[in-house]
């Protein structure tokens, strides 16, 4: 059986929580080719959307996308944007929210056996470190 991923729970969750609470629920998204926003307000490949029911009209959030139409500008421009391209849902007021794991591309594994197997590395291992993992927790900017 296919298991259902909970991200798309969770996004709905915490827009009606925001709303419910009268606070501005806003999406962070990292922009890529399958994403449809206003290129222009893209910045360093990531967009931050207002969520809010007063500034987006035909809000759906589905099992693979979320869809809306909204105004930039004064110009009404639809939006679709994957769930796989959502980084996190928050509140604009408290920062209160869920940020999620960046998702890696599918893979394809051949099945057990198929592949000859991985041989010992030779020679003496690498002896530089990994990169640091980035400290701390991610901050937040306020998007006017």
């Not at 501005?24 to 029911?53: A, Q």
């Not at 909204?70 to 869920?98: H, Y």
Request: hydrophobic share 35%.
């Amino acid at each position: 059986m296919n298991e259902r991923s909970t991200k798309p729970y969770l996004i709905r969750a915490i827009h009606e929580w925001a709303c419910d609470s009268g606070m501005t629920p806003y999406l962070s998204v990292k922009v890529d080719e399958n994403t449809r926003v206003p290129m222009e307000h893209v910045k360093n490949g990531e967009i931050v959307l207002n969520l809010s029911y007063d500034a987006t009209h035909k809000l759906t959030i589905g099992p693979d996308l979320i869809q809306f139409s909204a105004r930039f500008g004064g110009v009404s421009r639809e939006c679709s944007i994957p769930l796989a391209a959502v980084q996190g849902i928050f509140a604009r007021e408290n920062g209160q929210g869920l940020f999620f794991p960046e998702e890696s591309p599918v893979q394809l594994t051949a099945p057990a056996g198929a592949l000859p197997p991985a041989s010992a590395p030779e020679g003496p291992e690498d002896p530089k470190p990994d990169a640091p993992a980035p400290a701390g927790r991610p901050r937040l900017q306020v998007v006017k």
